[in-house]
């Protein structure tokens, strides 16, 4: 995993609530059998009309916005846990969302793929979509050692929370993978003792 | 200390606590099926290490698979190469594979427990929600996303943070023509589909005392539609009758040792739990859902609520329904007994003793798709394949099927089904189509009539 210590971005703003991975991957798209490539897919329904043309009004299709940082509306990524989710969007190009909440396995999900899910309360949302959707060009800036998220332009400079071993592994380019396989020795001793 | 079920299987497997952190939690059984293991065991080829414990780990093909032809070469080219990836990694990696074709081959939640794969006190993952059908045995059993799958393969093991504990206690005696389906659509409907956030569900009282395994299985099963991680009963000579004997139960003086330890796992007299909730079996009626999540349930001859609120408006629109509707003889074209809720042998069994000498009505299309090809070869040697035939009921190959629609197993749009499955969402069992979930015996029924039918004081046969 790609290490994750800043970010200075322009964001998207996405305001939409309770967004469930069905919308974020459509389930007619879990057949393969890789991680890459979900981002052509990425809230497919939203972004392409039924006959295949692009839906100019939905905001991935607007050169106006871009960025690494997808910024939603309350209740981010509920529905199925697929994991599919994760990958279309870091696939896409996103290293953060910013929401007021997110569905707990999908967190799991981002955060085992090198997103940084970054929940703030409502109101700061709402003005923070408010100022990015007027605002293309702000940049949002993130700082994971001191868990901040800032926006100079409105005098946003959030803490934000995230577990002491999640972020140890965000920082270090570690996943739950490269520490379980750390702790070799101690889970054969384990075996040998209760097995 | 006293200790809960759920605490006692737990605590002994929690390898080590990271500080500040989560648990790391050994994990003695591993299933896997075709749709969410490519990309694990790719994370293993791409770091060059190997599965760390093949004898752990037993797969079988079911989401993705067709239910007719199974030995022919699946026509839909990705299923295919989704169940081809499954042969190639497992012979690769030197896990047992119960494929297309193999007299085990099943839905990986029927078919683990009729093998006695599942056993009490273990902890049992697969990537697959649904894998909380596991706990049934007393096991700490859940489905994970294929991060964690890709863990599992690499470490035998999990991080996890543990959940808190909930028990939901039912008792006294169920009505006539309740099943198991019925008492936890009942469950979910009355606290709703995120009451379990968090939580790990024990099932405790009468009810669940005086259940067989399968109807345990059930309402395990759909433990994860109200949120819960998984749900649990306490294992009791009912579960070890049901485990002994089967192919990779323990046997002999091992075994006598195992039943011994297993019968040291029930909740202590006294021990916490962080949430309780009791239900009186005689309020449980036969239910019937009739909205887009499981928890939008009412007793079968019960009236639709008048709710204002924009998702419920969504979700009857869907659905073609209206506030305060009654669902009896609502006309029905399809009905599909199947998924790893209701598709086992007593499930079929219940189906059949409702459909003997009887046609199904002319405008339904009824399928029946055993859980596993055991169940299937039951189905043939109790005679019930003559019955449902006779019906007019098609009966398939096993497979997941129109559980999930993601082979060509669909309802059509529009169409209303009245399935066995254990989600109503939008387009869950083909786009645009209508999912009423019901009891096997709400289902067989409404297949003769073609339309829902009151089972709640029938006497049946
Ligand atoms: S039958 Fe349905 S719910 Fe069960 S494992 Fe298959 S797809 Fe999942």
Redo the contacts between chains.
């Keep these: 995993m790609e290490k994750f210590k800043t970010l200075t971005s322009r964001a998207v703003p996405l305001p939409i609530e309770n967004v469930d991975t069905d919308q974020i991957i459509p389930a007619r798209f879990l057949k393969a059998t890789h991680k890459i490539g979900f981002g052509e897919n990425l809230f497919r329904d939203w972004r392409y009309q039924k006959d295949g043309t692009p839906n100019k009004k939905f905001v991935l299709n607007d050169a106006t916005y871009e960025g690494s940082i997808l910024v939603a509306g309350e209740n981010f990524g509920c529905g199925s846990s697929r994991e599919h989710a994760a990958w279309a969007l870091a696939d896409y190009g996103f290293k953060v969302v910013v929401s007021s909440y997110f569905a707990d396995i999908f967190r799991g999900n981002a955060l085992n793929n090198g997103i940084l899910p970054i929940k703030i309360d409502e109101e700061k949302l709402q003005r923070l979509l408010k100022h990015i959707s007027e605002n293309p060009n702000a940049t949002l800036h993130i700082d994971l050692e001191n868990q901040r998220l800032a926006l100079g332009d409105i005098g946003l400079d959030e803490r934000f929370d995230i577990d002491a071993y999640k972020k140890m592994c965000l920082i270090n380019g570690y996943d739950d993978i490269d520490f379980l396989i750390s702790k070799k020795d101690v889970i054969k001793t384990f075996e040998a003792q209760n097995h | 200390m006293k200790k809960t079920l759920f605490d006692k299987v737990w605590d ?1 497997h929690v ?2 606590t ?1 500080p ?3 648990q ?1 939690l ?1 994990i ?1 059984q591993h299933l896997i099926h075709e ?1 969410t293991s ?2 694990a065991f ?2 293993l080829d791409e ?1 060059g ?1 190997p599965l760390a414990r093949p004898d752990r780990t037993v797969a079988t093909a079911d989401h ?1 698979v067709p239910t007719i032809d199974q030995h022919l070469t699946i026509k839909d080219a ?2 295919r ?2 169940v081809e ?1 499954l042969t190639q990694n497992c012979t690769k990696r030197g896990v047992t594979l119960y494929g297309l074709g193999h007299q085990y081959q099943g839905i990986v939640h029927v078919m683990a427990p009729e093998l006695g794969i599942t056993q009490p006190g273990m902890t049992m993952v697969c990537g697959d ?1 649904h894998t909380s059908t596991h706990g049934a045995f007393g096991t700490i059993a859940f ?1 994970i ?4 799958v ?2 599992v393969f ?6 996890l943070n543990k959940p808190k504990k909930m028990r939901i206690t039912v008792n006294g005696r169920l009505n006539d023509n309740v099943l198991p389906k019925d008492v936890i659509l009942y469950i979910i409907a009355r606290l709703g589909t995120n009451s379990g ?2 939580y790990f569900v024990e099932y405790a009282g009468e009810v669940f005392e005086n259940m067989t395994m399968e109807g345990r299985m059930t309402v395990c099963n759909m433990s994860i539609e109200m949120g819960a991680r998984g749900g649990m009963i306490a294992p009791d000579a009912t579960t070890f009758a049901y485990v002994k004997g089967r192919e990779f139960a323990p046997k002999g003086e091992k075994w006598q040792k195992k039943v011994a330890h297993w019968q040291t796992l029930p909740t202590d007299d006294g021990a916490e739990f962080d949430m309780e909730h009791e239900f009186d079996a005689a309020d449980i009626l036969p239910m019937i859902t009739y909205g887009t999540n499981p928890g939008m349930g009412i007793k079968i001859n019960g009236r639709i609520p008048e709710m204002n609120d924009a998702s419920f408006d969504k979700a009857l629109q869907y659905m073609g329904l209206e506030k305060g509707q009654s669902l009896i003889n609502h006309p029905i074209n399809y009905v599909f007994i199947g998924s790893c809720t209701n598709s086992r042998i007593e499930d079929f069994r219940m189906a059949a003793s409702q459909i003997k000498g009887k046609q199904k009505a002319k405008n339904v299309t009824a399928l029946i798709v055993p859980g596993s090809q055991q169940v299937a070869k039951q189905i043939k040697e109790e005679g019930l394949q003559e019955v449902f035939e006779e019906a007019g009921f098609e009966i398939r190959q096993s497979g997941c099927s129109a559980c ?1 629609g ?1 082979n060509e197993d669909k309802i059509p749009a529009g169409e209303y089904c009245v399935s066995t499955s254990n989600r109503n ?1 939008e ?1 869950r069992q083909g786009p645009g189509a209508r999912t009423f979930l019901a009891s096997p015996l709400v289902a067989a029924l409404t297949a003769v009539e073609g339309k829902i039918v009151d089972v709640t004081e029938m006497e049946l046969v």
């Design positions: 002994a390898v080590e990271v500040d952190g989560p790391i050994y003695d749709v490519p990309q790719a994370e770091r290490i993705n990705l299923s190469k989704q990836m929600s489905g996303g294929t991060s964690q890709a863990q690499a470490s035998q093991c999990l991080l956030t968090g999930l993601m969402f387009g």
